[in-house]
């Protein structure tokens, strides 16, 4: 049967695919074709309808789950194309392969009628903080290169993407950035607390970039803010003081008020679409800034880490973040990024479905404390295997939970 995650937000939908590669000639013979057909269909292509699309340098290959050697693919649509979505693997007879597909994020309640109603499939829910957190620490296991920081942050322009070794992650401040964002203090695999958030997120930027620009996807209100200058749009505090502000050590060129050149009628006509868009992304990136240093220096944490699909395609949002952290915190604080940005969610939400991929994590988590391993080990003890029908047990407790320290 295929093996998928899926993590459906409220903006985007991410699916993880495994595909074993160690298929035996008995096996091929025995495969049903509609299994063949539906990765074929996966495998060969990177654009899916109007709005899906695999991320092809994202592949994940040699991976073993279930003693089975193979490659992870990871595919994203937007969730208004939930229909589509739905309509396609019916069309493709994925429902007469599986009945039950794992699945994390407010989607997942969302669709839960609509995929039993139109594809037969149940959804098995699972915590989208504990697959999140799974997710990254599965994908670095795998991947060495996964974890990033940029060097050099204060300068943007020259600021370059450096390696940064994650094997001893804990404990570190988590930074999920989508809609909106939420703020975790992770101390280990299952150690973990909701801190903070913010309803101004990537859905707001992008929202916003729709409204003043008049773009109409993502991707085009990146390429704006890529091309912009906040400048003209924001006020700083040489607009206020003359130039720096050295009592507190505030440089003229900090923004001291977003958009707060834009009451000028002057200023309003003579700003771009790009300056607009900068402007937006900046007012973003330093309140999401912001609020992730004081959550460190509460907890008492020096790495912060920031995943989720607002970092897509976004080098500028993760070299603006970056600085933040390098700033305001005098070098104390280091902001790091991962690759597989948005997914973790999904591929942490395939692995719950698997025992043998937790004994692999486990093995990797010996740093954590006694009580955390014990707490881990029988949780995953209980996970379901993809071939398991029997997904009552995981929708039993549909209710986010917190791990507290």
């Given at each position: 049967?295929?093996?998928?995650?899926?993590?459906?937000?409220?903006?985007l939908?991410?699916?993880?695919y495994f595909?074993?590669?160690?298929i035996t000639?008995?096996?091929q013979?025995e495969?049903?074709?509609?299994?063949?057909?539906?990765r074929?269909?996966?495998t060969?292509?990177s654009?899916y309808?109007k709005?899906?699309?695999?991320?092809?340098?994202?592949?994940?290959?040699?991976?073993?789950?279930r003693?089975?050697?193979g490659?992870?693919h990871?595919?994203?649509?937007?969730?208004?194309?939930m229909?589509?979505?739905?309509?396609?693997?019916?069309?493709?007879g994925?429902?007469?392969l599986v009945?039950?597909?794992?699945?994390t994020?407010g989607?997942?309640?969302k669709?839960?009628?609509d995929?039993?109603e139109?594809?037969?499939?149940k959804?098995?829910?699972?915590?989208?903080?504990d697959?999140?957190?799974?997710?990254i620490?599965?994908?670095?296991?795998q991947?060495?290169?996964e974890?990033?920081y940029?060097?050099?942050a204060?300068?943007?322009?020259?600021?370059?993407?450096?390696?940064?070794?994650?094997?001893?992650?804990y404990?570190?401040?988590?930074?999920?950035?989508?809609?909106?964002?939420?703020?975790?203090a992770?101390?280990g695999?299952d150690?973990?607390?909701?801190?903070?958030?913010?309803?101004?997120?990537?859905?707001?930027?992008l929202?916003?970039?729709?409204?003043?620009?008049?773009c109409?996807t993502f991707?085009?209100?990146?390429?704006?803010?890529?091309?912009?200058?906040?400048?003209k749009?924001?006020k700083?505090?040489?607009?206020?003081y003359?130039?720096?502000?050295?009592r507190?050590?505030l440089?003229?060129?900090l923004?001291?008020?977003?958009f707060?050149q834009?009451?000028l009628?002057?200023?309003?006509?003579?700003?771009?679409?790009?300056d607009?868009?900068?402007?937006?992304?900046?007012?973003?990136?330093?309140?999401?800034?912001?609020?992730a240093?004081?959550?460190?220096l509460n907890?008492k944490?020096?790495?912060?880490?920031?995943?989720g699909?607002?970092l897509r395609?976004?080098p500028?949002?993760?070299?603006?973040?970056?600085?933040?952290?390098?700033f305001?915190s005098?070098?104390?604080?280091?902001?790091?990024?991962?690759?597989h940005?948005?997914?973790?969610?999904?591929l942490g939400?395939?692995?719950?479905?698997?025992?043998?991929?937790a004994?692999?994590l486990?093995?990797?988590?010996?740093?954590?404390?006694?009580?955390?391993?014990?707490?881990?080990?029988?949780k995953?003890?209980n996970c379901?295997s993809?071939?398991d029908?029997?997904?009552?047990?995981?929708?039993?407790d549909?209710?986010?939970?917190?791990?507290?320290?």
């Open positions: 049967m295929p093996w998928f995650g899926m993590d459906i937000g409220g903006t939908t991410k699916l993880v595909e074993p590669k160690d000639p008995g096996e013979d495969e049903a074709e509609s299994l063949r057909s539906i074929r269909y996966l060969k292509n654009a309808g709005t899906g699309h695999r991320d092809a340098h994202l592949q994940m290959d040699n991976v073993e789950i003693k089975r050697k490659s992870l990871f595919i994203r649509f937007q969730t208004t194309d229909g589509n979505f739905l309509s396609l693997a019916k069309q493709k994925m429902a007469e009945t039950t597909v794992c699945a994020g989607g997942a309640f669709f839960e009628n995929f039993r139109q594809v037969n499939m959804l098995a829910k699972f915590d989208e903080l697959t999140l957190i799974k997710g620490l599965f994908a670095e296991i991947n060495r290169t974890c990033y940029y060097e050099n204060r300068d943007i322009m020259k600021s370059e993407k450096k390696a940064f070794d994650f094997s001893q992650p404990p570190f401040i988590l930074v999920n950035v989508g809609s909106g964002v939420s703020i975790l992770v101390y695999p150690n973990y607390k909701r801190v903070s958030g913010t309803s101004l997120g990537g859905g707001t930027f929202g916003l970039c729709c409204l003043l620009t008049g109409n991707e085009e209100a990146i390429q704006l803010a890529t091309k912009g200058d906040n400048r749009v924001d700083l505090v040489r607009d206020i003359g130039g720096d502000y050295d507190f050590g440089t003229g060129d923004v001291a008020s977003s707060g834009m009451h009628k002057d200023k309003r006509s003579s700003v771009s679409r790009e607009l868009a900068n402007a937006t992304l900046v007012t973003i990136t330093n309140n999401i800034g912001l609020i240093r004081m959550c460190a907890e944490m020096d790495k912060v880490v920031f995943v699909n607002f395609v976004n500028i949002a993760m070299k603006l973040l970056a600085y933040a952290m390098e305001w005098n070098g104390t604080l280091k902001g790091l990024f991962l690759e940005e948005g997914y973790f969610g999904a939400c395939l692995l719950q479905f698997n025992g043998e991929i004994a692999a486990n093995d990797t988590f010996d740093k954590c404390t006694a009580t955390s391993q014990s707490s881990t080990t029988d995953r003890e379901m993809p071939l029908d029997t997904s009552s047990a995981s929708n039993d549909n209710s986010p939970k917190e791990t507290q320290r």
